[in-house]
């Protein structure tokens, strides 16, 4: 049995639970050990996981192989995770705020959750065709473009996502608004 000294020898656990265990479903393995690592985080110590960014990115790169493997439940976490992190950031933005400690991995992961939100969009996910307008509409890591809003925000509404049908209409009203 190998002894662990520290946290950081959580890196070597990972490893051995995954050539300890198999699974016949694409990606459940590295779902179950992110969720592992994530969740045991989150119920110890809380502040390990955002304290330390490489095994935080390194949980995220295990999401992410997950539903890059089509695992229907990482492809919810990391959106659910990632529409946070947009969702945080523009309230930065729009208070003023200074960011706390706590949150400075999120600011980080910002041009990950970015780049991942449109590779779903791209694929033709409808909520993160919304959320790439979003993205476009507020300037969340990339620069603020209404037109390009209107385009991700269109596609989603062409299949019936109804937060995209509603930004459109307050957009086309505004721009009734202006001179």
Known sequence: M????????CYS??????????????GEQEYAIAHLIYFGAMLGDKTWLSD??????YVYELYERSADQNYEPAREFLFRSYTRIL????????SGMTL?????SDRELLPVAVDWMF??????????????????EYGLGRESNLV???????RAAAANHESAQERLSKLAANNAKSP
């Open 52 to 57: 330390n960014l490489r095994f935080e990115k």
């Open 148 to 154: 390009l809003a209107k385009i991700w925000y269109s």
């Open 13 to 26: 656990r990972i490893l051995d639970a995954m050539s300890e265990s198999h699974s016949d479903v694409p």
């Open 119 to 136: 590779e779903q969009a791209e694929i033709g996910r409808a909520d993160a065709q919304y959320a790439a307008g979003y993205i476009y």
């Open 100 to 104: 706390p400690t706590a949150v400075l």
């Open 2 to 9: 190998r002894s662990y000294d520290d946290r950081d020898d």
């Open 87 to 94: 969702v945080d950031e523009w309230s930065r933005q729009h």
